[in-house]
């Protein structure tokens, strides 16, 4: 069952199928979460209504964390069971990943400035932070530099996976060293937050969740019709009006 | 005791070859023929493990495992692997240790005598001629004594003297019990009968 | 030697040589690789000496006094343990309020008085509705924060009071 | 006929080692000049920098360590390219994966030689420079320390980065964009070990972390590079 | 058999100059990656300078534009060897010597496509940069001004470089030896300009000064280049 | 047209040839033999006026002029100076732009054709096979139409049909009033009498 969508010929017109169902779902958490955040849930006893800033910040954060260690998986895939699928959806994972990264580090930095007095402190947790993106970008150049598909794809898939120790360094980075970056407030099992927040910073996390996958099921299907543009099933398709 | 089967080789869109076999004993010698991209070089990469077959398999002494089959092979490109700032016998000695060979001056001087590079054997690699080039990755097939020998157009380069040295080493190497598969676009006077394989 | 027993010499080999490295990963972290020193560490002089460094802690309760011309600000930072005098000129950030975390970047004068020249605030990772804090705050269950990584937690509100080391309270309970 | 017989299925990892590690080496010495370059480049480019922001020798003695740690970054990552590239064009990497020895073994022996032909030159040069920020003796020893210590982990990360981009275009730059973000926490640890030092506290916490990275470096980086040239092959 | 005539020995140099210039920057857009590289490794490594000196907002206003040029001329050196270094390796450059062309105006060439490729996108970029030290717009304004002006002489300086070290082992650091004295200079007026600007002061002067750097280069360099190249092909 | 006088070839200590003298006229061609190492590939470069000669003077339409002599050069190496990234046709248009003698796509895509890339001919260099690089090198010397062909081993790389295509582009530019000074290890099956020079 997993096998079978994973030559690209049949996971193209799965992708095609899934891509708008996340799309919407993505469309509706984002409303709902929204509407949560910041007309329902409550001000904050100390940051007041800045704090609101969260339910983008955190989100996004996790999600630019999530989406390397799903791509280091798929290189995983890409490396060891010569899958080309892993490789594709590397690739249409990388630019999600940096985006969200990047609106981690944006929204971050614009919070920072409220709360803390700076919009930026070379904290382990900015830093590290910062280098994810760079991870990313990494990638990317590196995918595009190298011109024969196949290797790009493995040389991209090792870079990945030695860049994934910097993913816990981010994790832990609060524990480990003093940062400037509070320590974690969503801790399974008790977490350190209003319910009503709670619940905004969750929905808005699902909806990212569903905005990734839907726009990489999209990015995904592109990329499987560039590489695949001379077998006989993608000119079938594209003879089809 | 070299085998192949169902080997294809795709390269960007092209499919240069599909579900080739080929089966080489001891002492044999197989010449790959085909015109200009038909994907001789390509084969020789596949068999001797640099480049992965987009399907098939290749085996050795019946085994996959390429790294077994890697420790008994010798393969020759288009550009012979020399390192411009080494001289000649530098060269070859770092060779031969890396092909876990490695081999006293005075062999190695003698094979340089042999392919007749003794005027030049303190000569920096970057100043040799392109056929002296070719003579030093000759006297390295003869030092490694690797069984499966693998050349790419062997012969090119050589001069008629080179070209008859190179046929008499190579009917040596076979008639010792080893392999070669070569590609080539010219007659090679061996005394061996060789197969050939036309891509 | 058999080559599989070579190469278990190697593994082996390896192995060792990683675990001399966690030893050492583990060595760092149990000490002192901060973005803020403790007060802590500035009694006991493990501070940069006569140069700025980042002096981090909470601002202790009731200590902060204006100066009259209203911009010099004085305040102490403790971790509970140690306190130290601080001194700054400048706007404060919003969040600073006594009994919250702040990170001060300057140096210790010969007085002994640490002379800022950035103040940033370090609030902790407690998000709930004012009432619902304040209901805490009265059911004497303090706000607990982890301040300082790796080190005891402290206490924020009574620094006196022994209060218990409960499990983290569940503000999560309160609904506004 | 015995010479042609079915090699053993040996396991030896040193004579590959050996063998890479002499040539480049050799090669090195052969042209002397380019043992050189690294540490002119790093006494350049550091006696340069007072003149960007100006000789204030306060603020000199405050940046010397982390000028001098990230100098000999930008030197090392300038050697970096040559590490594979002539290799790779000449046809010896082939030849290196059909040795008869691991190739990460050969590929320990080219990060061995690059080590010594740049870390450990710039780690013993880095006093002079030391000198010329106004450090005292005792201070110039940590920072030789940091260096030989920390400078394996660049050398290794360059390694792997160098094999990665193998055959890509604007290879230079693309291996400084891949390698900067990871050098940054080398010279963060290095610098803050002599700074911490200068500082009179503890540097030992630095220290320990530069070492455990080149420890787990040392583990994994060969077998990395190895992975990265077969790739570059394929 | 007219077309094999005795050519007329006439002297054109456009034609040679726009046909190098046109290939290279297909070459460039062909692998797009590469122009962004130097814009890329010029934001990282000016992004990550504050680690190196701490980020005291102070210093860092003090130190802009110093180190919006010397992160300039870091990305222009990384981007130095590949400028011949693929048409020595392919044969191209002797079929440039062997042009219907001057080989200055192949040069010339070159030269133009490496500016537009590095120069031109690190000059304006450099805004992005300025910002995080805290300039202002009419600062940045000058400061792009002093890269427009004075990037081209970087640009000819180490094509110079790049042309004589052709061939020669450890070409990277080799150039970089050769060319970091000479760019010297231009970062002290280019940074000067924009911090006189700062200061109020009149920066025309040092504006003036690269300017006449830059014109000055424009006649010289590409015969120097071609003399450069003459001797790497003997 | 192309004359030589005394030239002498030294490279290091080796003198490979001393008071060489040559004479080709219009429709000419002429062979340079020898062994490897004896200076074939130096000789042509000197004639190309790439390398100078120890000693001695090339001539072209009776003048010593460098310059004026390479304009109506054409030189072709061991390798194949293509671009790595840009497709057949592209580097065949950056090629003869380089030449002066720039041509419409149309022309491109015939010669391309004619050396038998067409399918090819929107791959990137570094696809290519050996054979088919020194291919494109003939599609360039058959559009450029230089009058003096400096040609270092042609027949390298090519299969028989190449060779055979090459000849026919040789006799071609020979009657049409051209020369060509060749090296070459193997027979060529010229229709043009050739001379030959022995190193
Ligand atoms: C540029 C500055 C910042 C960066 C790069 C950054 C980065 C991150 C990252 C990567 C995470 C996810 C890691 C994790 O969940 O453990 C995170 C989580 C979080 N950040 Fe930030 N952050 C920045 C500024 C801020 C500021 C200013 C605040 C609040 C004042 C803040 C509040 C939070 C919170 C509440 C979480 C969730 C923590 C948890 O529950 O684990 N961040 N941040
Ligand atoms: N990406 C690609 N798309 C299409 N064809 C490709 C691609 N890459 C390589 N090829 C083709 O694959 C073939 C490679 O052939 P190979 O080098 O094995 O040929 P060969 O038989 O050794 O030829 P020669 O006799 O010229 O050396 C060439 O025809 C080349 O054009
Ligand atoms: N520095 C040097 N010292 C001594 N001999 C040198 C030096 N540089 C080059 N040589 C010799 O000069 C000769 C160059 O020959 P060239 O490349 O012209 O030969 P060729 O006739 O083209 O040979 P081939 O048939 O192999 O291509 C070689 O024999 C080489 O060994
Ligand atoms: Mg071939
Ligand atoms: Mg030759």
Same mark, same amino acid.
């Given at each position: 069952?997993?096998?079978? %969508?994973?030559?690209?010929?049949? $996971?193209?017109?799965?992708?095609?199928?899934?891509?708008?169902?996340?799309?919407?779902?993505?469309?509706?958490?984002?409303?709902?979460?929204? %509407?949560?955040? $910041?007309?329902?849930?409550?001000?904050?006893?100390?940051?007041?209504?800045?704090?609101?800033?969260?339910?983008?910040?955190?989100?996004?954060?996790?999600?630019?964390?999530?989406?390397?260690?799903?791509?280091?998986?798929?290189?995983?895939?890409?490396?060891? $069971?010569?899958?080309?699928?892993?490789?594709?959806?590397?690739?249409?994972?990388?630019?999600?990943?940096?985006?969200?990264?990047?609106?981690? !580090?944006?929204?971050?930095?614009?919070?920072?400035?409220?709360?803390?007095?700076?919009?930026?402190?070379?904290?382990?947790?900015?830093?590290?932070?910062?280098?994810?993106?760079?991870?990313?970008?990494? %990638?990317?150049? !590196?995918?595009?530099?190298?011109?024969?598909?196949?290797?790009?794809?493995?040389?991209?898939?090792?870079?990945?996976?030695?860049?994934?120790?910097?993913?816990?360094?981010?994790?832990?980075?609060?524990?480990?060293?003093?940062?400037?970056?509070?320590?974690?407030?969503?801790?399974?099992?008790?977490?350190?937050?209003?319910?009503?927040? !709670?619940?905004?910073?969750?929905?808005?996390?699902?909806?990212?969740?569903?905005?990734?996958?839907?726009?990489?099921?999209?990015?995904?299907?592109?990329?499987?019709?560039?590489?695949?543009?001379?077998?006989?099933?993608?000119?079938?398709?594209?003879?089809?009006? | 005791?070299?085998?192949?089967?169902?080997?294809?080789?795709?390269?960007?869109?092209?499919?240069?070859?599909?579900?080739?076999?080929?089966?080489?004993?001891?002492?044999?010698?197989?010449?790959?023929?085909?015109?200009?991209?038909?994907?001789?070089?390509?084969?020789?990469?596949?068999?001797?493990?640099?480049?992965?077959?987009?399907?098939?398999?290749?085996?050795?002494?019946?085994?996959?495992?390429?790294?077994?089959?890697?420790?008994?092979?010798?393969?020759?490109?288009?550009?012979?692997?020399?390192?411009?700032?080494?001289?000649?016998?530098?060269?070859?000695?770092?060779?031969?240790?890396?092909?876990?060979?490695?081999?006293?001056?005075?062999?190695?001087?003698?094979?340089?005598?042999?392919?007749?590079?003794?005027?030049?054997?303190?000569?920096?690699?970057?100043?040799?001629?392109?056929?002296?080039?070719?003579?030093?990755?000759?006297?390295?097939?003869?030092?490694?004594?690797?069984?499966?020998?693998?050349?790419?157009?062997?012969?090119?380069?050589?001069?008629?003297?080179?070209?008859?040295?190179?046929?008499?080493?190579?009917?040596?190497?076979?008639?010792?019990?080893?392999?070669?598969?070569?590609?080539?676009?010219?007659?090679?006077?061996?005394?061996?009968?060789?197969?050939?394989?036309?891509? | 030697?058999?080559?599989?027993?070579?190469?278990?010499?190697?593994?082996?080999?390896?192995?060792?040589?990683?675990?001399?490295?966690?030893?050492?990963?583990?060595?760092?972290?149990?000490?002192?690789?901060?973005?803020?020193?403790?007060?802590?560490?500035?009694?006991?002089?493990?501070?940069?000496?006569?140069?700025?460094?980042?002096?981090?802690?909470?601002?202790?309760?009731?200590?902060?006094?204006?100066?009259?011309?209203?911009?010099?600000?004085?305040?102490?930072?403790?971790?509970?343990?140690?306190?130290?005098?601080?001194?700054?000129?400048?706007?404060?950030?919003?969040?600073?309020?006594?009994?919250?975390?702040?990170?001060?970047?300057?140096?210790?004068?010969?007085?002994?008085?640490?002379?800022?020249?950035?103040?940033?605030?370090?609030?902790?990772?407690?998000?709930?509705?004012?009432?619902?804090?304040?209901?805490?705050?009265?059911?004497?269950?303090?706000?607990?924060?982890?301040?300082?990584?790796?080190?005891?937690?402290?206490?924020?509100?009574?620094?006196?009071?022994?209060?218990?080391?409960?499990?983290?309270?569940?503000?999560?309970?309160?609904?506004? | 006929?015995?010479?042609?017989?079915?090699?053993?299925?040996?396991?030896?990892?040193?004579?590959?080692?050996?063998?890479?590690?002499?040539?480049?080496?050799?090669?090195?010495?052969?042209?002397?000049?380019?043992?050189?370059?690294?540490?002119?480049? @790093?006494?350049?480019?550091?006696?340069?920098?007072?003149?960007?922001?100006?000789?204030?020798?306060?603020?000199?003695?405050?940046?010397?360590?982390?000028?001098?740690?990230?100098?000999?970054?930008?030197?090392?990552?300038?050697?970096?390219?040559?590490? @594979?590239? &002539?290799?790779?064009?000449?046809?010896?990497?082939?030849?290196?994966?059909?040795?008869?020895?691991?190739?990460?073994?050969?590929?320990?022996?080219?990060?061995?030689?690059?080590?010594?032909?740049?870390?450990?030159?710039?780690?013993?040069?880095?006093?002079?420079?030391?000198?010329?920020?106004?450090?005292?003796?005792?201070?110039?020893?940590?920072?030789?320390?940091?260096?030989?210590?920390?400078?394996?982990?660049?050398?290794?990360?360059?390694?792997?980065?160098?094999?990665?981009?193998?055959?890509?275009?604007? &290879?230079?730059?693309?291996?400084?964009?891949?390698?900067?973000?990871?050098?940054?926490?080398?010279?963060?640890?290095?610098?803050?070990?002599?700074?911490?030092?200068?500082?009179?506290?503890?540097?030992?916490?630095?220290?320990?972390?530069?070492?455990?990275?080149?420890?787990?470096?040392?583990?994994?980086?060969?077998?990395?590079?190895?992975?990265?040239?077969?790739?570059?092959?394929?």
């Amino acid at each position: 069952m997993l096998f079978k %969508y994973a030559s690209p010929a049949s $996971f193209y017109p799965l992708a095609g199928k899934l891509a708008p169902v996340f799309a919407v779902i993505a469309l509706v958490l984002t409303a709902v979460g929204l %509407y949560q955040g $910041f007309i329902i849930a409550p001000t904050d006893f100390q940051q007041g209504e800045v704090y609101r800033i969260i339910f983008i910040h955190v989100p996004s954060a996790w999600m630019g964390m999530f989406i390397y260690l799903v791509m280091a998986m798929y290189a995983c895939l890409a490396l060891v $069971f010569n899958t080309r699928l892993s490789a594709m959806m590397m690739q249409a994972l990388a630019p999600t990943g940096a985006i969200m990264t990047a609106i981690a !580090l944006w929204t971050g930095a614009l919070w920072g400035k409220p709360t803390w007095g700076t919009y930026w402190a070379w904290d382990a947790r900015m830093t590290s932070t910062l280098f994810l993106l760079f991870l990313y970008f990494g %990638y990317m150049a !590196l995918d595009n530099a190298i011109e024969d598909r196949r290797r790009a794809d493995k040389a991209g898939a090792l870079l990945v996976l030695v860049g994934v120790v910097n993913v816990p360094i981010i994790y832990f980075s609060v524990r480990w060293w003093n940062t400037l970056h509070q320590g974690a407030t969503v801790v399974p099992g008790s977490s350190k937050m209003a319910d009503t927040m !709670l619940a905004a910073m969750m929905v808005m996390t699902f909806a990212m969740w569903a905005y990734a996958i839907a726009v990489a099921l999209w990015r995904v299907r592109g990329i499987i019709l560039e590489r695949e543009k001379n077998t006989a099933w993608v000119q079938e398709l594209l003879d089809r009006p | 005791m070299l085998s192949a089967a169902g080997l294809t080789c795709q390269r960007g869109d092209a499919v240069l070859f599909r579900d080739l076999g080929l089966e080489l004993a001891a002492g044999e010698a197989l010449l790959v023929r085909g015109p200009n991209g038909s994907g001789k070089t390509s084969l020789l990469r596949i068999l001797a493990g640099i480049a992965a077959p987009a399907a098939g398999e290749v085996r050795w002494r019946a085994s996959p495992d390429r790294a077994a089959r890697q420790l008994e092979t010798a393969y020759q490109g288009h550009t012979a692997p020399l390192k411009d700032e080494l001289t000649v016998v530098e060269n070859l000695d770092f060779a031969l240790a890396l092909d876990g060979a490695p081999k006293s001056r005075a062999d190695i001087l003698d094979a340089v005598q042999e392919v007749g590079l003794a005027s030049r054997r303190n000569l920096p690699a970057r100043h040799l001629s392109q056929g002296q080039r070719r003579r030093v990755g000759l006297a390295r097939l003869v030092l490694a004594r690797r069984r499966l020998w693998l050349l790419d157009e062997p012969a090119t380069a050589l001069d008629a003297a080179g070209l008859t040295l190179f046929c008499d080493v190579l009917d040596r190497h076979l008639a010792q019990g080893g392999l070669a598969v070569l590609s080539t676009h010219q007659p090679l006077p061996l005394a061996h009968p060789a197969r050939e394989l036309n891509l | 030697m058999k080559p599989r027993h070579k190469r278990f010499v190697w593994i082996a080999a390896g192995l060792a040589v990683l675990g001399v490295a966690v030893g050492l990963v583990l060595k760092a972290f149990n000490s002192n690789l901060v973005f803020f020193y403790t007060p802590t560490q500035v009694a006991n002089k493990e501070v940069p000496q006569g140069k700025p460094f980042r002096l981090g802690g909470l601002v202790t309760a009731g200590s902060v006094q204006r100066d009259s011309n209203g911009l010099t600000v004085r305040f102490s930072v403790t971790d509970t343990a140690k306190s130290v005098p601080v001194s700054y000129t400048g706007i404060l950030p919003d969040l600073f309020k006594e009994g919250k975390g702040v990170v001060a970047q300057g140096r210790v004068g010969a007085d002994g008085v640490f002379t800022a020249s950035e103040v940033l605030a370090k609030h902790d990772e407690n998000y709930m509705a004012p009432e619902a804090a304040e209901a805490l705050r009265k059911a004497g269950h303090p706000i607990k924060g982890e301040m300082f990584a790796g080190e005891k937690p402290v206490v924020t509100q009574q620094p006196s009071a022994s209060s218990p080391p409960s499990p983290a309270p569940a503000p999560a309970g309160a609904k506004p | 006929m015995n010479a042609m017989a079915e090699p053993e299925a040996e396991f030896a990892v040193l004579p590959g080692f050996v063998a890479v590690l002499r040539r480049d080496l050799l090669l090195a010495w052969r042209t002397r000049a380019e043992i050189a370059q690294p540490v002119i480049f @790093f006494i350049m480019v550091a006696s340069l920098f007072p003149l960007g922001i100006g000789a204030d020798m306060k603020l000199l003695a405050r940046v010397g360590a982390g000028v001098v740690w990230a100098c000999g970054v930008l030197a090392t990552l300038l050697s970096l390219p040559r590490i @594979f590239a &002539q290799d790779h064009a000449d046809g010896t990497l082939e030849q290196m994966a059909l040795s008869a020895y691991p190739l990460s073994a050969i590929a320990g022996g080219k990060l061995a030689a690059h080590w010594l032909t740049t870390g450990l030159p710039l780690s013993l040069t880095a006093p002079v420079i030391g000198l010329q920020f106004g450090m005292d003796a005792p201070t110039q020893g940590v920072l030789v320390l940091s260096l030989l210590i920390g400078s394996p982990i660049l050398s290794m990360i360059g390694a792997i980065a160098a094999a990665l981009t193998l055959g890509a275009r604007g &290879q230079s730059l693309l291996i400084a964009l891949l390698v900067l973000p990871l050098y940054v926490p080398v010279v963060i640890f290095g610098a803050g070990a002599v700074e911490s030092f200068g500082a009179g506290i503890d540097h030992g916490a630095h220290l320990a972390l530069l070492g455990a990275g080149t420890l787990a470096g040392l583990v994994a980086t060969p077998f990395v590079v190895a992975a990265a040239i077969r790739i570059a092959l394929d």
